[in-house]
């Protein structure tokens, strides 16, 4: 016997509820909800459950209006949120949902007490809020939650491919229902938000995010760990007033959370216009760059190298590197090389950019000498590292460069060639 059939012989002890009861059918607690929080109850068959629904007007949100513009569909939001295949994503089919739940273990005796769905209307975010009046009747929201997750395409959370899409996967699967997220696309927008900022702010959590990206300030909100004991205090207690704090909290995270969503969309089309810092910028080029998206990192480090001037020499080795190596894989040699050698005129080395320049000029220019000088460069900066004790790694380039270099001084003895020639320095 299957557990909503134990759960509906159980309920066939008590009186059944009608599908549409009167008001003055319902138990005060309930009626206390609909008439203090203006929560609608949605009976089915035997059970029921309740439902909030808001709706939250979006005014003056620079990324809102541009997406609005264009009909929040989206062409390059599938690159950033690391998506393999290129694809266009439209917002309006996507449903963003956070679970509030009795515990963070996600097991079996994990319930999720309260659904929250976001979608994006034309001018406001919409938010239904879905509570459990008790365990029993998880079925019939279940049940409902089907038909609400099977009307769009594409579902969003944060940090819910570790924790809410698993475990809202195991509810639907241990009411024996058909788990409707299972082969849906799922956005985790979490991954996203590190991709930019996971080195740039003390943690990439919602309310990081919230203070420091999207600038909302939250005041009076209970926190996460005591939501399961407080709802456990409802069930016991039925004070409705226990219930206003959790809704106001999972509105939030619906709001925010669909607030940062657009925002990704925005950044994804015009990171230069929606990213507020280089350090942001460097950290999506260099997101694309790692991916092979170079199309996408381009424009990104084009516009860093004109302001390379204000920024340090670490940020400049990568910036300048990672165009270089664009322009190679493009074909354009000679212009990569321009911008190694203007690390180097910086002072700036790094064994990769020693190697990428070595390789030009012995494989591509033919001079060896050149070549040779430049290795015995970067040889003598990776000595002078150790003697400081600052390698930080580097060290493991040592080998390569030192087989390097015997090469070319072998090329340059069979053309009878010297070393005396004039040094690198330009």
């Not at 939650?145 to 009307?151: E, H, K, M, S």
């Not at 702010?201 to 300030?217: A, F, G, I, T």
């Not at 005591?226 to 205090?233: A, E, M, R, S, T």
């Not at 760059?289 to 480090?301: H, I, M, V």
Request: aromatic share 10%; with cysteine.
């Amino acid at each position: 016997m299957g557990l909503r059939d134990r759960l509906e012989r159980l309920d066939r002890s008590a009186p059944a509820l009608p599908s549409q009861p009167p008001a003055d059918a319902s138990p005060d607690w309930v009626r206390q909800l609909e008439r203090e929080l203006q929560i609608r109850v949605l009976h089915k068959e035997q059970s029921f459950f309740l439902l909030k629904e808001d709706l939250y007007p979006v005014f003056e949100n620079a990324a809102f209006s541009y997406l609005q513009q264009k009909g929040f569909q989206t062409e390059r939001f599938c690159r950033l949120v690391g998506l393999a295949e290129p694809r266009p994503l439209s917002l309006r089919q996507a449903v963003f949902f956070d679970l509030e739940t009795t515990g963070l273990a996600g097991g079996t005796g994990t319930f999720a007490f309260l659904i929250g769905i976001g979608t994006i209307e034309t001018d406001a975010i919409r938010v239904r809020q879905y509570v459990l009046p008790d365990f029993s009747h998880e079925w019939a929201m279940l049940d409902h939650l089907q038909t609400v997750f099977d009307a769009y395409p594409m579902t969003i959370s944060f940090n819910g491919k570790t924790f809410d899409v698993p475990l809202l996967s195991n509810r639907f699967v241990l009411n024996q229902m058909n788990n409707v997220l299972e082969n849906k696309l799922h956005i985790d927008l979490l991954h996203a938000a590190r991709r930019i900022w996971r080195h740039l702010l003390p943690s990439c959590n919602l309310q990081q995010l919230e203070k420091d990206v999207l600038r909302v300030d939250r005041v009076g909100d209970i926190p996460g760990e005591l939501i399961p004991q407080i709802y456990f205090d409802f069930i016991r207690r039925r004070d409705v007033w226990l219930l206003q704090d959790v809704l106001e909290h999972n509105f939030h995270d619906i709001v925010n959370m669909v607030l940062l969503g657009v925002y990704l969309a925005a950044v994804a089309e015009e990171p230069l216009l929606y990213l507020n810092s280089p350090e942001e910028m460097a950290a999506l080029a260099d997101f694309y760059f790692k991916r092979r998206w170079d199309e996408l990192a381009l424009p990104l480090l084009e516009h860093l190298i004109h302001q390379a001037g204000s920024f340090s020499p670490q940020f400049n080795l990568q910036t300048f590197f990672q165009l270089a190596m664009i322009l190679k894989r493009q074909g354009k040699r000679q212009e990569a090389t321009r911008f190694l050698w203007q690390l180097l005129d910086q002072n700036i080395m790094h064994p990769r950019i020693i190697e990428e320049l070595a390789k030009f000029y012995e494989h591509q220019e033919k001079d060896f000498h050149l070549a040779l000088q430049i290795v015995e460069r970067g040889l003598n900066h990776l000595r002078m590292l150790e003697q400081l004790e600052r390698v930080d790694g580097r060290g493991r380039f040592r080998e390569a460069l030192e087989h390097r270099r015997k090469r070319l001084q072998r090329k340059l003895d069979r053309q009878g060639m010297t070393t005396d020639k004039p040094s690198t320095e330009r």
